[in-house]
């Protein structure tokens, strides 16, 4: 069904205004647990394909810059970003292990890593997932409603109240930027404490 451009704002709105409802008190223990792994010297990992990859290295360039105010750079890494590394581990292990084998050489106890996937079922995502918990990191998965088979392997679970790629995108952009700009609030809180 082509909906019209009021009807993808209309819809947009909707979603936006559930979303609002449904997931601050999540986006705030997201960020204690963000704020932690920084505060205890550990980084931040993300994760993602397609849009959701954007997102992951969206979510790392407003860590290591900054969001609104200048603050320090804050550790985090998108593993979706080296091309190379990328394109080797798909040739060599498979296009599942791309993101998975990067959390086994970059990931320690005490890392986050943001799984990205608007399904929640990518497998690449659920296996980086799966290899991050063991390791002993925090798993936050930024899914779609359903949280598929992502959701069995997080630690925090956001899930964008739609079925509808685009709008759980939108969603995911609106919910990285809450959590940044709340994780700067509350590591200017603690410095000036």
Request: aromatic content about 4%; charged content about 20%.
């Amino acid at each position: 069904m082509d909906m019209s451009a009021r009807e993808v704002f209309a819809e947009h709105c909707a979603v936006a205004a559930r979303a609002a409802q449904e997931l601050p008190p999540v986006i705030e223990r997201i960020v204690v647990a963000a704020g932690a792994c920084l505060n205890g010297g550990r980084k931040i990992l993300t994760c993602g394909n397609g849009g959701s990859a954007a997102d992951a290295q969206h979510m790392v360039a407003e860590l290591i810059g900054r969001f609104r105010d200048e603050r320090r750079a804050l550790p985090a890494i998108a593993l979706t970003a080296d091309t190379a590394t990328l394109t080797a581990l798909g040739n060599d292990y498979g296009y599942e292990r791309v993101f998975a084998r990067q959390v086994e050489a970059l990931a320690q106890a005490g890392d986050v890593l943001f799984a990205i996937s608007t399904s929640g079922n990518s497998a690449n995502v659920v296996r980086a997932a799966q290899v991050a918990r063991d390791r002993g990191c925090t798993v936050v998965a930024l899914t779609g409603e359903s949280g598929g088979q992502l959701a069995a392997h997080a630690d925090l679970l956001l899930c964008a109240p739609s079925g509808v790629v685009a709008r759980i995108q939108e969603v995911h952009t609106l919910c990285i930027h809450a959590i940044v700009e709340s994780l700067d609030r509350l590591l200017r809180e603690q410095a000036a404490s």
